[in-house]
Structures are given as C-alpha cells and as structure tokens.
C-alpha cells in the first residue's frame, strides 16, 4: 500500500503561482512513477503530468506544457508540482496518483491516490 497526501492548493490569481506537494508513505518511494490529475467540476478527470520514479523522465498534457514542472525529492518521499502561469481553466481539484506501468495518462495505469487539493484561478 501506498498512501498519498496532497498538499499547497489554494486560490490564486491569473498568471500567479502555485506549488502543490504530494507526501508518500508506505512502499518504496522510487519504486512508483508518479503522477498529477485534474478533475474540474462537471468534467472528467484527466492528466497533468507525469515522472519517472528517478526523477529523468517527465510527460506532461499540452495544455500545461511551458507552464508546470513535476519534480520529485525521493529522499523526502514527495512529489511536487510547481505551476505558474496559471489560467482560470486551471481551476480542479489536483489529484496525485502512483503506479509502476509507466508515464501513463490514464486513471487506470494508476494504482493509488491522494484526496486531492483544490486550486481555484480566479480572473
């Protein structure tokens, strides 16, 4: 088992700043490729971003590439996601999430989750 707990959500306004952390506990951190969903009311959760579990490969969705970077500090057990530029489509619950299938984009390569955070972009 691997328990996720998202942190750093908040409002902000358009074009600021935002770092969201994710802390693990449980199984071996560097194990698990980790990554960002986002879930906007009335509408699907989809990916953010994603990163290998040494930190060397990352992915992210277009929508937010230039924008947001995934980090990772395995020696603290937590995963990061710093977002700037932020618009008011932004605006989700962030959710962080852990597997060991790869980069993936989907829910469903994902094995555990955190209870998300919510970020509101106010314009």
């Not at 506990?25 to 969903?37: D, E, I």
């Not at 990772?72 to 989700?92: G, I, P």
Request: aromatic residues 12%; glycine residues 14%; charged residues 20%.
């Amino acid at each position: 088992q691997v328990q996720l707990v998202e942190s750093g959500g908040g409002l902000v306004q358009a074009g600021g700043s935002l770092r969201l952390s994710c802390a693990a506990s449980g199984r071996t951190f560097s194990n698990y490729y980790m990554g960002w969903f986002r879930q906007a009311p009335g509408k699907e959760r989809e990916f953010v971003a994603a990163l290998s579990g040494g930190g060397g490969r990352t992915r992210y969705a277009d929508s937010v590439k230039g924008r947001f970077t995934i980090s990772r500090d395995n020696a603290k057990n937590t995963v990061y996601l710093q977002m700037n530029s932020l618009r008011s489509e932004d605006t989700a619950v962030y959710y962080c999430a852990a597997g060991q299938l790869g980069l993936g984009t989907k829910s469903w390569e994902y094995d555990y989750w955190g209870q998300g955070t919510q970020v509101t972009v106010s314009s």
